[in-house]
């Protein structure tokens, strides 16, 4: 279990997903992104995590990129950036941001 989640660990780093949600002009949305979603997306990203691997201290409720912290097992964790936008240019607009911070 160690040795698959260390190989898992390896091919997340630098991961980034793209999850596209409504908001308001304000940068809040219109609900909010989950553990179910961030799941999901690294899920559809071909990669073997379960929900209750990701860790967030609370929902995301605004337009943006976050740092998400993956348990992959007790002393393997990993760190994806979930990148939270409008549209897929808005996407691309906010990772490049982000990068240059």
Do not use: M, W
């Not at 190989?7 to 596209?20: N, Q, T």
């Not at 995301?60 to 393997?76: A, M, S, T």
């Amino acid at each position: 279990l160690f040795e698959s989640a260390s190989k898992v660990a390896e091919s997340l780093k630098g991961f980034s997903a793209v999850l596209i949600r409504q908001a308001a002009e304000t940068g809040q949305l219109y609900g909010s992104v989950t553990i179910r979603d961030i799941a999901a997306a690294i899920k559809n990203a071909g990669f073997a995590v379960e929900r209750r691997q990701v860790y967030l201290d609370k929902p995301i409720k605004d337009l943006g990129v976050y740092e998400v912290k993956l348990n992959l097992h007790p002393e393997v964790t990993q760190s994806i950036l979930v990148n939270v936008a409008r549209t897929d240019d808005d996407a691309a607009k906010q990772a490049k941001a982000y990068s240059a911070e």
